[in-house]
């Protein structure tokens, strides 16, 4: 339970295959107060140059003013919550190239649980840096994820430690409360752009938007220069890319992170086919505009009536 609600449960050891579904209005409420315990809710501006260049009204939602400067520190304080009311967790791995490293070893210093993050040769040296900030040990091993995952897996089996993956029923339950503080201040957007990784992020959207009962759009944006979400998998994935691009997600199949990869398709494909354009990845250069560590959103409403940074309607003459 967190703040006194029933929430998924985190496994013994982390698991690959899982029934997903996303959280409830009441899971978010209590996964809120987990966050809120450590960090407090991040702001949500309109920045006029944006919203003049686009001829739109748009908000950006700064989870870069998170403690680790990323929203998924939000998940690995809802998991680690849960993990550390089991005793007999010694430790925790992960693998990552840096945002869910860092969420994972800075959640695990609030509990006092010792944790392992492995990452590929070559990573970022700030992250790096960051994540033995936070008390990780970290292991730079392995040509890519995919590799430093496996890696990660073997060091759970031989140590007896928790695999913390990619992704999780609670690591979205975590990240979805940016999205729920979002669209309770600003109900009104007409659509939601969410960068995508793993997924979490766009899964955390779509559940606060229809936890909340509103009618915006999510849409998954990739980088053009790194579209591996969007035209990933290999031959004998191919009929599945088509639908994760559809649903949000792609990239490397296979391996110790298959599992969550799928996890990760069902839970954004069940909300997103309930709109026709309820998550779709798109490529889009949002680097370019130095906004790839925030959350962007448009609201077209009349120019003389605009939401404050609060959510308070004012009226501009």
């Not at 070893?105 to 840096?129: D, L, M, Y």
């Amino acid at each position: 339970m967190l703040g006194g609600r029933h929430v998924a449960s985190v496994p013994t050891q982390a698991r690959h295959t899982m029934t997903v579904s996303t959280p409830s209005l009441a899971e978010l409420h209590a996964a809120s107060g987990v966050v809120y315990a450590t960090m407090p809710p991040t702001p949500q501006f309109q920045w006029p140059v944006l919203t003049e260049e686009l001829d739109v009204d748009v908000w950006v939602k700064h989870e870069n003013h998170a403690p680790t400067g990323a929203f998924k520190v939000r998940g690995g304080l809802v998991y680690m919550s849960a993990l550390s009311r089991d005793r007999s967790v010694l430790g925790v791995v992960a693998a990552t190239r840096g945002n869910h490293g860092q969420s994972v070893a800075f959640a695990a210093r609030e509990h006092r649980i010792p944790v392992t993050i492995v990452v590929p040769r070559g990573n970022s040296v700030e992250k790096n840096v960051a994540m033995r900030a936070f008390g990780a040990e970290v292991i730079e091993e392995g040509e890519d994820f995919q590799e430093s995952s496996e890696i990660a897996a073997a060091l759970a089996e031989r140590n007896g430690l928790h695999r913390i993956p990619s992704f999780h029923p609670l690591l979205v339950q975590g990240v979805a409360t940016y999205a729920h503080e979002l669209l309770s201040v600003v109900p009104l957007l007409d659509t939601v752009y969410v960068p995508i990784g793993m997924g979490s992020g766009a899964c955390g959207a779509i559940a606060a938007r229809d936890a909340l009962g509103l009618r915006t759009e999510i849409v998954g944006v990739v980088s053009a220069s790194a579209p591996a979400r969007g035209r990933g998998g290999d031959a004998a994935h191919v009929q599945r890319d088509a639908q994760c691009r559809r649903g949000g997600w792609s990239g490397r199949v296979g391996g110790t992170d298959a599992g969550t990869r799928d996890d990760a398709w069902e839970a954004c494909r069940s909300r997103a086919e309930r709109r026709e354009r309820g998550c779709e990845s798109v490529r889009a250069g949002v680097g370019q505009r130095g906004l790839t560590a925030v959350v962007c959103m448009v609201r077209r409403v009349p120019l003389r009536t605009r939401p404050s940074a609060t959510g308070v309607t004012e009226n501009r003459k």
